[in-house]
């Protein structure tokens, strides 16, 4: 019996391998692609209206989000609540205690958005003349837009659920199914040059959201309907709204803090600086986004397993998930800010204009800064799988004691530069620290810290070493190439620096073997030989293991 039950043990955890990996993909395609899709949209819309029109659009739909911001928010922590509870039950096999939760959400968040939509648009009527000073002529696009209220705060209670039961290809599919909508039209309204309205570019929106939810709504129907229940294990709805509240509060003012943290510096560079400092700090704010996404990707699927793990106790499998996972996307995260730092220059001059070259040190010192905030999310993952809420809130009370006061000595006696390396660089490291003291004492996992040290220096090197050349002559040989060529739109993309920093980590790697073929192999195993995305990803995995020491 010992033996047959280990093999089930083993099997199970074989399977939970496979679901992290396939799920950590579609989350990447997801959090690229969407990056990816936003772009598109943004250089259609630069050359469909001006940039009046434009800006009227931008200030409409802040609105809107602010009100979805509320609406997602009530009642607090609902979404990531779903994401715990529901791996949890489906690992135990609760299948009366999913529907019911499930149920209890839809029934709470429409109580919420209903009441919200009303006021809204009641305000809308009654501030006409407010909304109207920003607004303009445009002011009806509120009106056109109002609909994202529901749909927006609908979609993201149904994509939690979602990523509780582990369905990100499906995600990655509703992000794909909105684009064709959104996207579509206006690449045939641009490439016919036909004349289009700002409200009819409002109503795309809405109409590719409402695809959206649509196909949501269908897929998560046919999902519950083939839930068995079984009965005695109804839960209430006063039970479930307190299992969600008690769990998701801490977690709904840990957002809170993040979100209102990202607001304190907008503001804090608005008053100290230049209106123009703003511009750039945003713009770097967003650019450091693509560094960050690697690990994003990691969040939702990793919470998914060790939530699973974590119900059947098998702690032993979390400390090796939560090793290899870690290890492997930090080695991405540096690749990519990498590519992200000797691209700066050709982002600001294809997507803002070159006039705002000027802030392309913002963007350089985020990126860096970046590369230090990765562990957060793991330690985040594994604290609210084990439902230590609590700690996790409390921890980000103790980053801000920190990160506010350094933030504000750099921004007031320096400047902008001085106020992300002191706030965000110096303060990640701290945090760092912190978070890998968190990982061992509560987590009981001891992560190898002179590695981590090799890997990031791994990342430094190459980083100095092909930034010096670019000042001396990369950067001019890139230039002169491209002009040569003809290509004047893309005069600042210094492929060479990017090919160079690429040489060089690959280089260190090899020699210092942060990362060897062992770790490769076991990242390889938790791939599905059936699936063809990950035949394809073992394609890749066995390339570079070529390059690998053991």
Known sequence: MEPKRGEELQSKNNAEYKNLASNTFYSFLLNYGAFFFTFIYSFLLARLITDETWDSLILATSYITIIVIITSFLPPGLNLALNYYLPRYIALNQTSKIKSLIKHSFMLKISVVIPVIIISLISFLILSDFFSISLGNNFMLLYILSPLILLDSLNFLLNAINRGFSKFNILFLLVLLKNLFRIGPLLIIFLFDFNISVGFIALIVVIAMSVQFVFNVTFMIFRVRKIQSIEGEEVTFKENIQKT??????????????????????????????????????????????????????????????????????????????????????????????????????????????????????????????????????????????????????????????????????????????????????????????????????????????????????????????????????????????????????????????????????????????????????????????????????????????????
Not at 311 to 323: L, V
């Open 245 to 550: 509240f008690k769990y998701g509060k801490y977690l709904g003012f840990s957002d809170l803090i993040d979100r209102s943290w990202k607001e304190i510096q907008y503001q804090g560079v608005g008053i100290f600086e230049s209106s123009g400092a703003v511009t750039g700090y945003n713009i770097a704010w967003n650019f450091r986004d693509l560094a960050k996404y690697s690990s994003v990707s990691f969040y939702y699927p990793l919470l998914t397993s060790f939530t699973s793990l974590n119900t059947t106790e098998n702690y032993d499998q979390i400390n090796k998930i939560y090793r290899i996972a870690y290890k492997i996307n930090l080695l991405l995260t540096l690749i990519i800010s990498g590519i992200l730092f000797f691209s700066v220059d050709f982002m600001i001059d294809f997507v803002f204009l070159e006039t705002r070259l000027v802030y392309s040190s913002f963007l350089r010192l985020m990126v860096i800064a970046s590369v230090f905030k990765i562990l957060d999310y793991f330690v985040q993952t594994l604290l609210n799988a084990q439902n230590k809420v609590k700690l996790s809130f409390l921890l980000r009370i103790v980053y801000m004691t920190y990160y506010i006061p350094l933030f504000f000595i750099g921004l007031i006696f320096f400047g902008v530069n001085e106020a992300i390396i002191f706030g965000l660089l110096i303060g990640n490291i701290i945090s760092t620290i912190i978070q890998i003291y968190t990982t061992y004492r509560i987590g009981k996992i001891k992560l190898n810290v002179k590695k981590i040290a090799v890997q990031y220096a791994t990342f430094f090197i190459p980083l100095t070493i092909t930034w010096i050349l670019q000042y001396l002559i990369l950067s001019k040989i890139s230039k002169n190439i491209l002009l040569e060529a003809g290509l004047t739109l893309f005069k600042n993309f210094d492929f060479l620096s990017i090919l160079v920093f690429l040489v060089i980590f690959v280089i260190t790697n090899l020699g210092f073997k942060t990362v060897t073929s062992t770790d490769i192999d076991n990242f390889e195993s938790l791939l599905d030989s059936n699936k063809r995305i990950d035949k394809i990803m073992k394609k890749g995995l066995n390339f570079i293991k070529k390059f690998t020491r053991k």
